[in-house]
């Protein structure tokens, strides 16, 4: 049984995270600017600052990225250094923060995906490669191995039944893999004309939506079991896609590119790929994640800079700052990477690894990525007359 390094949130985090579920505010958080079923409460998850990390402890600034996100609301991500070594994947629970640790030999991992039994799915490097890896607290992290032929792989997601999905790679390339709950490893192989692929996500009934080149260019794709690999095409117009969210319903989300610009997409067996536009003022959106509801979220520019986004049928493309304030004028959500099913999101901060300017008194601030924790908050019951 491997070990790991642990840090605790401060107690004063801890105890918001506890009560998120139960829509509790946080002190240092301002206030929702609305009260109904769009609100959320707004927690920002810190940096690894305080834990050793190889030789020493973290003295500078650091940074968090929130990837993935479960039913219980736990978070999966990296932080640690701003140049990426000395890194750590990261798991958020309500009560606590859990550095994976590497495999041996490694300075770096990062975390992509979590089932609702709290396994966690990413990638760490060792001291010649770069591989997938499987975490669970009872047996640590485990190398999840390449095709025969490989050196390097790569693991992005996981659905509750235990299967993953990402990459492999080698002297033939990279190619979209499954690992199998039982353990065994499997290409998915490539789109038509193609010579690489990457599997991003998979649902519950073992659908898997990714990234594969071919011979009109990138493309998105569905790989069924039945089916094999299918291009999803683009929107009118483009050139390329990605996929990077499947839903158990079998919607698919991503962004389509071209002349016009790149577009978040939704794309449903029933109505194909449609647009779902960008916020106001803006140019480019990504569709990043999205839960059995349909609810999507993203990134998306707009007037204002890159913004993080909700989608919904009923009311559209929203700015999740103005459902979720900071309380902070210098601290954005720039980008909303996961929703679960209960509609709390996984979202991260900043426009860049390190972004300088200045404050009123001419002094230099920096701004950097960190993850926050977006908990849908509970409706009020209407009154009674």
């Given at each position: ?19 998120l579920?139960l ?10 600017a ?20 190889s ?50 030999g ?75 709950r ?41 790989w ?8 999803l ?36 067996r029933?109505?194909?790929m ?22 999507v ?26 459902l979720?304030?900071l ?32 404050d009123?008194?001419g ?23």
């Open positions: 049984m491997s070990t790991h390094p642990t840090w605790q949130i401060p107690r004063v985090l801890a105890a918001v995270l506890l009560l579920r829509g509790a505010g946080h002190p240092a958080a301002a206030q929702d609305t009260q109904d079923e769009d609100a959320f409460t707004t927690v920002d998850l810190g940096a690894l600052t305080s834990i050793h990390i030789a020493g402890a973290l003295t500078q600034e650091s940074i968090s990225f929130a990837r993935g996100i479960n039913k219980a609301g736990h978070m999966v991500g990296r932080s640690g250094y701003i140049n990426g070594t000395d890194t750590r994947a990261v798991l958020w629970t309500k009560q606590e923060a859990i550095s994976l640790g590497t495999l041996p490694g300075d770096y991992s990062a975390a992509f995906g979590i089932n609702d039994a709290g396994v966690v799915v990413g990638t760490s490097n060792t001291d010649t490669v770069v591989r997938a890896f499987r975490w669970t607290r009872a047996e640590g992290m485990q190398d999840l191995g390449t095709l025969p032929g490989d050196n390097g792989s790569e693991a992005f997601h996981m659905n509750n039944a235990g299967d993953v999905v990402g990459t492999s790679s080698g002297p033939q390339g990279i190619r979209a893999v499954l690992w199998s039982q353990g065994r490893i499997e290409s998915l192989g490539t789109l038509p004309g193609g010579d690489a692929s990457r599997a991003l996500a998979i649902n519950e009934p073992g659908d898997v939506v990714g990234t594969a080149t071919s011979a009109a260019g990138p493309r998105a794709f569905l069924t079991r039945r089916g094999g690999m299918q291009d095409g683009t929107l009118p117009g483009d050139t390329a896609s990605e996929a990077f969210f499947i839903n158990n319903a079998g919607d698919v989300v991503g962004a389509s590119s071209g002349p016009p610009g790149t577009r978040a997409f939704l794309w449903t029933r109505e194909g449609q647009d779902l536009g960008t916020l106001p003022g803006g140019t480019y959106s990504r569709a990043l994640g999205m839960n059995d509801a349909g609810d979220v993203g990134t998306s520019t707009s007037e204002k800079g890159p913004r993080a986004f909700r989608w919904t049928r009923r009311k559209g493309m929203h700015d999740l700052n103005a979720s304030p309380g902070d004028p210098d601290t954005v959500l720039s980008e909303a990477q996961a929703i679960n099913q209960e509609g709390d999101i996984a979202a991260l901060s900043g426009a860049g690894e390190a972004e300088h300017d200045e009123n008194h002094k230099k601030k920096e701004h950097f990525y960190r993850a926050f924790a977006l908990a849908k908050k509970q409706a009020k019951p209407p009154r009674e007359r």
